[in-house]
C-alpha cells in the first residue's frame, strides 16, 4: 500500500469516526428512542460542544470529497513521491486537529487547521497537474 493511500484510509476512518461523540450525546439528550425517532421541531437541543461536532463531522465530509479525489489522481498519475506522502499526512493531522478544535470551540485554531489540510490538498492537485 502507497503512504498517500495509508493516509486517505486513516482519513476516510477517522471520518467515519467523527459522528460518534455528537450520536452519544444526541442519546444522552434525547434518550435511545429519542435519537432514533425522525427530528422534531420539539426536540432537545444538542449540547453546543456536540452541535460543533456535528459541523465539524460535515465539513470533514465536504473537504473528502475533494482530498480524495486529488489522492487517487495521484496514484493514477504515477506522480506519487515525497511531497505527495507528506501532504497527505499534513492533511490527516489537520483534518484531526480542525475536528478537536472545531469541537471545543477554538476558533483561530480551527481556521489555520482547515487552512493546512486545504493547502495540502492543492499540493496534490498541484503535482497531478506538473505545477509542484
Known amino acids: 500500500m502507497s503512504r498517500e493511500i495509508y493516509w486517505l484510509t486513516l482519513t476516510l476512518a477517522a471520518t467515519a469516526l467523527f459522528c460518534l461523540p455528537y450520536v452519544l450525546n444526541r442519546v444522552a439528550v434525547r ?11 420539539e426536540d432537545k437541543p444538542l449540547a453546543a460542544w456536540a452541535q460543533r461536532a ?11 470529497v475533494m482530498f480524495a479525489p486529488a489522492v487517487l489522481a495521484v ?3 504515477g506522480r506519487a513521491d515525497a ?12 483534518r484531526l486537529a ?6 471545543l470551540g477554538v476558533p ?20 497531478v497537474l506538473g505545477l509542484l
Open 54 to 64: 456535528q459541523k465539524a463531522h460535515a465539513n470533514a465530509t465536504e473537504n473528502l
Open 108 to 127: 483561530g485554531a480551527r481556521t489555520l487547521a482547515w487552512t493546512a489540510g486545504w493547502l495540502a490538498t492543492l499540493a496534490l492537485i498541484g503535482r
Open 31 to 41: 434518550g435511545l428512542m429519542g435519537t432514533l425517532a425522525n427530528p422534531a421541531p
Open 98 to 103: 480542525h475536528y478537536l478544535v472545531y469541537t
Open 75 to 77: 496514484q493514477l498519475t
Open 83 to 94: 511531497l505527495t506522502a507528506s501532504a497527505c499526512a499534513v492533511y490527516f493531522f489537520a
